[in-house]
């Protein structure tokens, strides 16, 4: 048997860093994981493909090679996934599917032979031993939780990893939170399952054997969901291996309280933790309460992002507008959080009601929802029907976006954070001549461009007070030119930068 796993193209967003790689020239910031742990979990005699269409074109002669498409996506791939599957079909071939977009949508592809859905692990072996006694279904779904300490190595040899930015892995799934806009917890759970520290470990090495030696990302919903076995076990065993391997920095995603237990901080930034993405959300009480974010209540937010800045962390948040408690200060606020916190990359995004969340089921039942959510978290679309007048909410939110990644605020936001961040994990990778590139990439496109004045500052400034700090400098330089594309495919001629 013959399978071709194939990873649809993301659209240009926020995350995608589409205008930042060329600086680096890579193509993609990560690869399918999903995907590649689909391949170990698929019978080893089978022959296994990758294409991931957002690092290569997808040929003719590999669709006809296969006799299996295996296709997974997320919400914001619903147009590429589609045109990706009418393809094989039209080369007559037959299509499983699964991931995020599916769980809630699958009614919606019905070109698709086969849905495998929730966790893999469950759901593949039945569609394997249905596939062998020849009878597959249309539908595999389950109510279960995967025990992930079974869970394969990914095949990473099927990624062509240096097309990609950055590598990730995954410990945890679940979260012990719940925040009512969240799909996680519907989706994997309340309970964070870990991999053991053993596993933790061979997936690294496997990924060190296949050739990857920088940065590696953990996509857990929430890195800290399991604080006992983190310290009692991995975070231990990944700074024994930090000792051979110092080149390596990682991040993750984590709740606020990370900040709460200064031991884990400690052990985080020992085991070479060096950047966390924290749903910040809002700095309203009332609309944190409202979206059940018991976590971010009852303490000082802004504080909270300078203490885990100045214990090493550099800090990326996610920011919401359009809750039901919000009024028309709500915009204002954001703006003088974000530029106050030397938050760099923040994430401002309208509320969207994602199917399965508790608030989707209260907004249906309430009658307020519109359309499904496209996903995409800063594409100035929203779902339902908002307590606010839609107009000053969209134009409340686009002023944001407008004023936050305005060059003098953006660059002001660096300097900030630069200023504050006591750097503690220092990722001893070889000066290499795609970094010398980048640099001459962005001395042409940013510092001879709009935002000159900004960008040149920033490498003085840098150069005489944190010199240490210049490859992060030019880092966010580059960032900044990224999100600023975003911001003018958002906003259009509106937005003056
Ligand atoms: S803390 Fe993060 S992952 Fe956990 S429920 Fe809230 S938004 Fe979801």
């Avoid at 053991?196 to 940065?215: C, F, H, M, P, R």
């Avoid at 962390?313 to 916190?341: K, L, M, N, P, W």
């Avoid at 995004?349 to 519109?370: D, F, P, V, W």
Wanted: charge should be neutral.
């Amino acid at each position: 048997m013959r399978a071709l796993l194939l990873y649809p193209e993301n659209p240009d967003t926020f995350w995608s860093f589409r205008y930042a790689l060329p600086f680096i020239s890579k193509k993609a910031s990560l690869p399918p994981l999903g995907l590649l742990t689909i391949a170990a979990l698929l019978p080893e005699s089978w022959e296994k493909r990758l294409v991931d269409l957002n690092v290569e074109e997808l040929s003719e002669s590999d669709l006809q090679w296969s006799d299996y498409c295996f296709v997974s996506a997320m919400v914001v791939q619903r147009d590429s996934v589609r045109a990706l599957i009418h393809r094989c079909k039209q080369a007559g071939k037959k299509v499983v599917a699964g991931g995020p977009l599916f769980l809630g949508e699958h009614q919606d592809f019905p070109e698709v032979d086969h849905f495998v859905l929730n966790e893999g692990e469950i759901t593949l072996p039945l569609f394997l031993a249905d596939l062998k006694a020849g009878n597959p279904k249309p539908l595999y779904e389950t109510k279960e939780f995967a025990d992930v300490t079974k869970t394969p190595v990914p095949l990473w040899h099927l990624a062509k990893l240096d097309k990609y930015s950055d590598m990730c892995l995954q410990y945890s799934r679940g979260c012990p939170f719940a925040c009512d806009f969240c799909n996680i917890t519907s989706m994997l759970g309340h309970r964070p399952r870990t991999k053991t520290a053993a596993q933790v470990i061979v997936e690294l090495d496997a990924l060190y054997d296949a050739g990857w030696t920088k940065g590696a990302f953990f996509v857990d919903d929430n890195f800290i969901g399991n604080k006992r076995q983190l310290k009692n076990e991995v975070l231990p065993a990944l700074i024994e291996w930090r000792k051979d391997h110092p080149e390596v920095a990682f991040k993750t995603e984590v709740s606020i309280n990370l900040v709460d237990d200064q031991e884990l901080m400690d052990m985080m930034s020992e085991a070479g933790f060096n950047s966390v993405f924290v749903g910040i959300e809002t700095p309203d009480a009332d609309s944190l309460n409202e979206c059940q974010k018991a976590q971010n209540l009852e303490r000082d937010l802004l504080a909270s992002v300078k203490t885990l800045q100045r214990n090493g962390f550099e800090v990326d948040g996610g920011f919401i507008v359009g809750f039901d408690s919000d009024d028309e200060t709500i915009f204002q606020r954001q703006i003088d959080f974000i530029q106050r916190s030397g938050i760099v990359t923040a994430m401002v995004g309208l509320l969207q009601a994602i199917n399965g969340t508790e608030l989707y089921k209260r907004l249906k039942s309430e009658g307020r929802l519109l359309m499904n959510p496209s996903g995409d978290n800063v594409d100035a679309t929203i779902n339902f029907i908002p307590k606010m007048d839609p107009k000053v909410l969209h134009k409340g939110y686009e002023r944001i976006l407008a004023t936050i990644y305005a060059p003098k605020a953006y660059y002001q936001r660096v300097h900030t954070f630069l200023s504050e961040y006591r750097q503690r994990v220092t990722s001893k990778f070889p000066l290499s001549w795609a970094y010398i590139k980048a640099f001459f990439k962005a001395v042409f496109l940013i510092g001879m461009g709009k935002e000159r004045k900004e960008f040149w500052k920033l490498v003085w400034w840098t150069l005489t007070h944190r010199p240490r700090l210049f490859a992060q400098a030019i880092t966010y330089a580059i960032y900044g030119f990224h999100f600023r594309r975003i911001c003018e495919n958002v906003l259009g001629s509106s937005f003056a930068a």
